[in-house]
């Protein structure tokens, strides 16, 4: 008669031993836990959308097809904002940051600190953190499009991790000043650093660590 016991402890202990991924898997945004590692070479955009799906997999919600909000400079040049869908989207805690595209791109979306978590449903460290991971690759402009092709801003679509400069942008809305690229969430500032603006090393002085926000595009 120990059966029945052992089932009653079982559906006591069911909430706390399954994690929260019945949340998460209706999460449509999320900004990467981790970067691939090297640097701003992500394999181009394929390579950044394939890091985004395997991250949605690993925390439940790997049924929609997910896309790194990034742009490209060039021939056939991307903008970040035609390549996401088109929204609402919400945060793995089911926050909703922004109804659409229109609305990401302004000063209405509530993508914040609180609000900005990794597919974990965990915050970045931002502004006064240690490390400070608030810098997000996304090479784009403040209305999410591409730059003009005379200057690299993707670290050569992402395919570099030695010489050029990606567009950051920052998770936690804050930077060194009270002004608008401090506490743009896409546009912040490109990257720098000894190594030439592309390495991993680059990203991480600045306060980066080479992360991206993904978006579900279904």
Known sequence: ?????????????????????????NMTFFVT??????????????GADKHCQSLAQSAGAGGKTWHAYLSTQGDGAVNARDRIGK????????????????????ANNKLNKENDLSEKGEPINGRGDTPNRHDILTGSTPDGRAFPADKDMTCKNYTSSTQG??????????????DDPSRSWNSSHPSRGPDGGCSQNDLKSTGGDGLLYCFAAN
């Open 1 to 25: 008669m120990k059966t029945p016991l052992s089932i009653a402890a079982f559906l006591i202990a069911l909430p706390y031993a399954v994690p929260a991924l019945g949340q998460q898997a």
């Open 33 to 46: 836990s981790a970067g691939p590692g090297k640097g701003a070479d992500l394999g181009g955009l394929a």
């Open 87 to 106: 929204g609402p989207w919400q945060n793995a805690k089911g926050v909703v940051i922004a109804t659409g595209v229109d609305d990401l791109h302004s």
């Open 165 to 178: 400069t990606v567009m950051v942008g920052h998770s936690d809305r804050q930077g060194l000043r009270d």
